[in-house]
C-alpha cells in the first residue's frame, strides 16, 4: 500500500485504499473478523479497494459466487454462529436483489429472537453518482433502508470518516451499512501509521465541518465537499455558513443539528438523490415538527431530479447539485 508520511505517526492514503487498511486492521485485531464477497480476495475488488487482503489473512477472506443473496445470506449464518463478518456488495444498486435478507432476516434477527440472538454484519456498498456508471449502478441506495428498524446507517465522506466509521461499523454488535462514495475514491486523507482505536469514529456523532452563523448546510458524503465549496463562495456575499455532515443517517445526530440552527435560524439540507423518501426530506419534516421555535425560514430542501441518475456525463452533472447551486440556495433562505 503506498502512502506518503506528512505528519509524524500519521500516513497520507486515499477513500479508496483506506478501506483495506481498516479491514486490515480489524482483521489483524479479532480472530472472528471474516470478509466475503464477489472477487474481494484474488483479484482484489472490483474496484481495487480490498488488494493484499487476501495475501495477509488467507481462507478469513473468502471469494463468493455472483450472487448477493449468497453473500449477505451466509454473512448472517456466520454472525449467528459466533463470527463477525465483512460481507461487500459491489454495487450499492445491486442490494435489491438481496434486499429480502438484508431487511426482513438481518435487520429483524435480535427482534424476532427477543434479544437472544445478535448478528453483528457490516455491509460494505459503493454508491453514489457522477462517475459516470449509469442509472443502474450509481444510486444512492442508503435511502432505500430508512424504513427499516434495526439497521444501522453510515455514510463516511471523508478518509478519516471511512476509516473510523468502518472499524467501528465492524466492532458493532447490530447489523451496519457502510455506503462508500465511489467518486470520492481519489480523495486523499491522514490515518495512523499503525492501528489506533482513539481514531475510530463512533457510530451516530454528526460532524460539523464548518463553523458559520447565519444559514446551516446540512449534506453527507459528495455533496458534504460541494456543500464546503458554497461556503467559501458565500463568504464573497457576507454570508456564514455553517456545514454539518450527519456521517450516521441511522441513529442520527439531531442534537448536533439543533445546537447550529440555535444559532443560525435557518436550514439548507442538500441530499443526492431524489427529493422523494429520502433522509434529507426526514430532516426537512422533523425540524419543522420538533424545531419550528428556532427557524426564521422555512426549511429547504435541496436535492437532485426525481429522474434515474444521468449516463451522459454533462447530464449527470447537470442532475447532481452543484456549490453554485448550494449557494444560491443557501442564499435564498437568508434573504428570505
Known amino acids: 500500500m503506498s502512502t506518503d508520511t506528512l505528519t509524524p505517526g500519521l500516513v497520507r492514503i486515499n477513500y479508496r485504499k483506506v478501506i483495506a487498511r481498516a479491514l486490515a486492521d480489524e482483521l489483524a485485531t479479532d480472530p472472528t473478523v471474516v470478509f466475503l464477497g464477489e472477487d474481494v480476495g484474488v483479484a482484489g475488488g472490483a474496484f481495487k479497494a480490498t488488494e493484499g487482503l487476501k495475501d495477509r489473512f488467507g481462507d478469513r477472506v473468502r471469494d463468493t459466487p455472483i450472487s448477493e443473496q449468497a453473500i449477505v445470506g451466509t454473512a448472517v449464518g456466520a454472525a449467528l454462529m459466533g463470527l463477525r463478518p465483512v460481507a461487500e456488495i459491489m454495487f450499492a444498486d445491486f442490494a435489491g436483489v438481496c434486499f429480502d435478507q ?12 427477543g434479544g437472544q440472538a445478535r448478528v453483528p454484519v457490516t455491509i460494505r456498498m459503493s454508491n453514489g453518482a457522477g462517475s459516470g456508471f449509469g442509472p443502474q449502478h450509481s444510486q444512492a441506495a442508503e435511502n432505500w433502508f430508512l424504513n427499516v428498524p434495526g439497521l444501522k446507517i453510515v455514510v463516511p465522506g471523508t478518509v478519516e470518516d471511512l476509516y473510523g466509521l468502518l472499524r467501528s461499523a465492524i466492532r458493532d454488535n447490530d447489523p451496519v451499512l457502510v455506503f462508500e462514495h465511489k467518486n470520492l475514491f481519489a480523495l486523499k486523507g491522514e490515518i495512523p501509521a499503525e492501528p489506533d482505536d482513539s481514531f475510530i469514529v463512533p457510530i451516530g456523532v454528526a460532524d460539523v465541518v464548518r463553523a458559520g452563523d447565519d444559514v446551516t448546510v446540512v449534506a453527507t ?27 450516521t443517517l441511522v441513529p442520527f445526530d439531531m442534537e448536533t443539528v439543533r445546537a447550529s440552527l440555535a444559532k443560525t435560524s435557518r436550514l439548507l439540507v442538500v441530499q443526492e438523490g431524489p427529493p422523494d423518501g429520502g433522509w434529507g426530506a426526514t430532516l426537512v419534516a422533523r425540524t419543522a415538527a420538533e424545531n419550528f421555535e428556532l427557524l ?24 447532481l447539485p452543484d456549490a453554485q447551486r448550494i449557494a444560491d440556495a443557501a442564499e435564498r433562505l437568508v434573504d428570505y
Open 102 to 113: 438484508i431487511v426482513n432476516t438481518l435487520a429483524k434477527y435480535r427482534y424476532t429472537t
Open 221 to 247: 458524503q459528495q455533496m458534504r465537499h460541494r456543500a464546503v465549496q458554497a461556503a467559501d463562495l458565500l463568504t464573497a456575499h457576507g454570508i456564514s455558513a455553517e456545514v454539518v455532515d450527519p456521517r
Open 296 to 319: 426564521d425560514a422555512p426549511p429547504r430542501l435541496l436535492a437532485c431530479d426525481a429522474t434515474p441518475v444521468p449516463y451522459s456525463g454533462p447530464l449527470e452533472d447537470a442532475w
